[in-house]
């Protein structure tokens, strides 16, 4: 179309440049793009609501977007129904056609393909094997357990050999430990096949542990794309940090020098430089297990005084909330994970008053 | 478009554009059948209503005319009257008798449940038999059973029997709406109004009926609009009491003036109309309470509760069996009263008028052509409204006329039919459009055509909800696999949807069977039809005879009932296997 084929990298597998899509009045993709290689597993994280269905959809092709093109493998499918896009799809709801068995789902994409039977036949074998539920094939997805009805998706979307696997929140329905496991599953499926994969979760757990690359979604728009590493350990905004894992905020901070901030009567150090100038407010951000518990005698740059609000046990550690003292009178809440073990050394308790550290390589610096 | 690689483009892939197309067109056929046989005819009918018979528009002076004879107009409050005791006996039996299946312990709900069914594989015109056979001039009662004990005179003819006839016909409609939302419970709700310390009087009050306030409206309406378009009571009990359906029939087949047909058509659509829409507006208000965490309620035993819920429902039972038993008792007795001893002669229907033993197995002939075509265009308009893609306004369009007609009366369908099929052409602003539907009329065709609108929206609705049961999603699946809509609607959607379509056309071919109102204007003399055989015999005073018809009738419809039942398990047994765990 607008551009020749030749111009992306050879690894570029599939690109989708500025997509944009209305619902009445409501923006719901706000001229998104996004870039994957051949093999990659991309997942769109985002709150409900966000776009991320709509972006997948539109991906698939079972919703025309407004604006946008989508490029697949070198050729423009934008304007190509989902039946000529080549994809693999498995829903929130799996969608198993209920009167026919595991293995005539899985056959199902294979038969008007001009598959020959015994093809079809041993394809479905070999996909029952992939996804292990072998001598299941002649059961109804009402005898089998919903991870098994999760694989037969995930088998009958891949048995045509689709150019990308799109999945659509495939785990929500599942519970927690079936869930953990067919997550690994899946993701050494999809490196075992090289399957580029597209997948869309509100699940930030899920994202972090099967993706290669994050995409974060909100209203519309993509607000970072990185690796799981990236994303939660240098989140691009407030939002971005507080919508995976949890995060502490040090509002209303005043940068005094480089790398000095000014909270009240505190003053912090960070590592990394900043683009915030000098005298502007600023937001500070540690992550609740990155702080640091101080034993008497240590003097970290950062050292600062709290007290115990409040203990909440949770197995392995601790929530502390804690009251940040920044000068006589005023205090900032905060949190911290503290293993059990050191809570117990320590002997914190509800109103004690502690030291903490945050440590400098570990803050974070946002523009107010 | 830049090409696509070679690996794609096979030939089944290649076609799914043309079938975008195929289901887009197929979409605008459900459509446009909708327009032509439902739209269309009621049009020309209302509009037919203001003309003269030169067929110069007249404004509403055909209305005046109506209005200022007191002989037309006072059938309108005739008809109320008689609609309004029908509804309120039929809805407070009805009540009664669900609340007695469904909220207590009593023995024998399964008979029960059989026998209240009993009045729906009937034609009315036997109901108003029956009661002849009863309450007539030599009735079992007003004679007291021949004699033998005192008898009770009674005031047959009129509004008691058209009342009477009406409330068993509208009776099983009732208890099926009623027991479904008596069904539709919260136990949860009952216990935490016992933990409160309510009494059952104000649990009654308080979340019995509001629980069932929509169930209740659906019911008043729908006995309304029965009772209100009842052709086959009126005809055989009404005597001098006029009613709008009987009306039509007298002003069409009596006096040939089709105007006044029309204008009393058109009467007759409003109050049906405006309980119609007032329903919808109603039903669209309600909200599930249910939800999937619900907890069913069962009924506990409780002794005093349990053996009136027992004896009424006995006593009902008794009544009904009773009321056909005496039909059919009548249909086999030589000469009633006097003669007593049984035989088959009154079934020997070839030295009668209205067609014979003949007519009855055109009726079957209509019935199950009505069943596949009936099956057919619900099921696949259904499909096409509920799962395609694209034409969003149309099948929004398609939806609200396929609900149309159930607010239409039989006699209505019946005359626009007439006025409908019978019109060689249109003149339209200077064009002259042939009519190519004026081949069907006469044939068995218009006959199955007015069955299939006349009891199209209840099938409609029965398909639309099998098919919301399915995953939205199946259709995509498919489609990103390149495979075909008609593979999936053929290998999924109809096996999947099979006990819903048997249902459909199980409930056409009864109801075609029993049916007189539409297709006693549609039905030609070398297509004689058992239900019209009955209305013409007991015009003409054949009364045991038309008794004996109406009983076939109901033979044949129960015998297909049980035909169904054997089809149905074999159907769950087989077909459904996957719906067992």
């Not at chain 1, 209305?22 to 923006?27: D, E, H, T, W, Y």
């Not at chain 1, 939002?239 to 509002?251: C, D, E, K, L, P």
């Not at chain 2, 909708?34 to 002076?61: D, H, I, N, R, Y």
């Not at chain 2, 209205?354 to 259904?382: D, E, P, Q």
Request: glycine share 8%; aromatic share 10%.
């Amino acid at each position: 179309m607008m551009e020749p084929a030749s111009s992306y990298a050879p690894e570029t597998y599939l690109r989708v440049q500025n997509l944009s899509k209305r619902f009445g009045r409501f923006k719901a993709l706000d001229g998104v793009s996004l870039t994957m290689n051949r093999g990659e597993f991309l997942c769109i994280l985002g709150p409900s609501g966000c776009g991320k269905t709509t972006l997948l959809r539109a991906v698939a092709g079972l919703d025309r977007p407004d604006g946008g093109e989508v490029f697949l493998d070198g050729g423009d499918v934008s304007h190509l129904p989902v039946s000529r896009r080549n994809v693999g799809i498995v829903f929130q709801s799996y969608a198993l056609f209920p009167n026919l068995t595991a293995a005539q789902n899985i056959s199902y994409g294979l038969q008007t393909r001009g598959y020959g039977k015994a093809r079809v036949k041993e394809r479905v074998e070999e996909l029952l094997a992939l996804v292990g539920l072998e001598g299941q094939d002649r059961k109804f997805p009402s005898q089998l357990s919903g991870g098994q009805q999760q694989r037969v998706a995930l088998a009958r979307a891949i048995a045509p050999s689709p150019a990308v696997l799109l999945l659509d929140e495939p785990l929500s329905a599942l519970d927690a430990q079936v869930r953990a496991r067919l997550r690994m599953e899946v993701r050494s499926l999809q490196q075992r096949l090289e399957l580029t994969t597209l997948m869309v979760t509100h699940d930030q757990e899920e994202a972090l542990a099967m993706a290669d690359r994050i995409l974060v979604m909100d209203r519309g728009c993509v607000l970072q794309t990185g690796s799981p590493d990236e994303i939660y350990n240098r989140p691009a905004s407030p939002f971005v940090a507080s919508f995976i894992g949890s995060m502490n905020f040090i509002r209303d901070a005043v940068k005094e020098a480089p790398r000095v901030f000014r909270k009240g009567g505190l003053r912090l150090v960070v590592d990394e430089s900043d683009p915030v100038p000098e005298g502007a407010p600023a937001i500070l951000a540690i992550r609740p297990e990155d702080i640091l518990i101080c034993q008497n005698g240590e003097a970290p740059r950062n050292l600062l005084t709290a007290e115990v609000s409040r203990l909440e046990y949770r197995g392995a550690n601790y929530r502390v909330e804690m009251n940040l003292l920044l000068d006589e009178a005023e205090t900032s809440a905060i949190e911290a994970d503290v293993t059990a073990e050191r809570v117990r050394k320590l002997r914190i308790r509800e109103k004690s008053r502690i030291h903490i550290d945050l440590p400098t390589d570990r803050l974070l610096v946002y523009a107010a | 478009m830049l090409s696509r690689p070679s690996s794609l483009e096979s030939a089944s892939v290649r076609t799914l554009d043309v079938e975008a197309w195929v289901l887009r067109a197929l979409t605008m056929l459900a459509c446009l059948w909708m327009v032509c046989f439902v739209l269309f005819p009621v049009a020309q009918l209302l509009w037919k209503s203001f003309l003269t018979a030169e067929g110069e528009f007249a404004g509403l002076s055909n209305y005046l005319v109506y209005f200022r004879t007191p002989a037309l107009s006072s059938s309108l409050t005739n008809s109320l009257y008689v609609s309004a005791l029908t509804t309120a006996g039929s809805t407070t039996l009805g009540f009664m008798f669900a609340y007695a299946l469904t909220r207590t312990c009593m023995p024998l709900k399964g008979f029960f449940q059989g026998v209240v069914m009993t009045p729906l594989f009937a034609p009315t015109l036997l109901n108003g038999i029956a009661l002849v056979y009863l309450f007539g001039k030599k009735g079992l009662i007003s004679q007291g059973f021949f004699g033998h004990i005192p008898g009770i005179p009674v005031e047959l003819y009129g509004p008691f029997g058209i009342i009477f006839a009406q409330i068993l016909y509208t009776f099983p409609q009732a208890v099926l709406i009623l027991s479904v939302a008596l069904r539709m419970t919260d136990a949860r709700l009952y216990e935490a109004s016992e933990s409160l310390g309510a009494s059952p009087f104000r649990t009654f009050f308080t979340i019995t009926l509001p629980g069932i306030k929509f169930g209740l409206i659906s019911t008043f309406f729908v006995c309304f609009i029965l009772a209100f378009t009842d052709f086959g009571a009126p005809k055989v009990v009404g005597g001098q009491y006029n009613v709008l359906a009987t009306d039509i029939y007298k002003q069409v087949i009596g006096q040939q003036n089709f105007i006044m047909g029309a204008v009393v058509s058109s009467v007759l659509l409003v109050p049906t109309v405006v309980a119609f829409v007032v329903d919808r507006i109603c039903q669209r208000r309600q909200f599930s309470a249910l939800t999937a965490r619900s907890v069913p309620l069962v009924p506990r035993p409780s002794g005093m509760r349990d053996i009136l819920a027992l004896t009424f429902c006995s006593a009902v039972a008794l009544g009904i069996l009773g009321f056909y038993g005496t039909a059919l008792f009548a249909s086999l007795v030589k000469v009633w009263p006097y003669n007593l001893s049984l035989g088959l002669d009154h079934y020997n229907f070839s030295k009668m008028g209205g067609g014979g033993i003949g007519s009855l197995f055109n009726s079957i002939r209509m019935s199950l052509y009505s069943a596949i075509l009936g099956t057919v265009m619900t099921f696949g308009s259904a499909y096409l409204i509920e799962k395609s893609r694209g034409l969003r306004a149309l099948r929004q369009v398609s939806y609200m006329l396929s609900l149309v007609p159930l607010a239409l009366p039989g006699m209505v369908i019946g005359l626009s039919y007439i006025f409908f099929f019978n019109t060689p052409s249109w003149s339209l602003l200077g064009w002259d459009i042939p009519n190519p539907f004026n081949v069907l009329y006469g044939t068995m065709g218009i006959l199955v055509l007015s069955n299939v609108v006349h009891f199209y929206t209840v099938s409609f609705l029965t398909a639309t909800t099998a098919l919301k049961q399915l995953d939205r999603e199946f259709e995509t699946v498919s489609e990103s696999m390149g495979v075909p809509f008609y593979r999936t609607f053929a290998r999924v959607t109809v096996p999947v949807c099979l006990p819903a379509t048997l249902e459909i056309a199980i409930y056409y071919f009864v109801n075609s069977m029993a049916t007189v109102s539409a297709v006693i204007f549609l039905y030609s003399a070398d297509l004689p039809l058992a239900s019209v055989a009955v209305a013409n015999m007991d015009d003409a005073g054949d009364i045991a005879p038309a008794a004996a018809m109406a009983m076939l009738i109901v033979g044949v419809n129960i015998l297909v009932r049980c035909l169904y039942g054997f089809v149905n398990r074999w159907v769950q047994g087989t077909t459904q296997a996957w719906a067992r765990r």
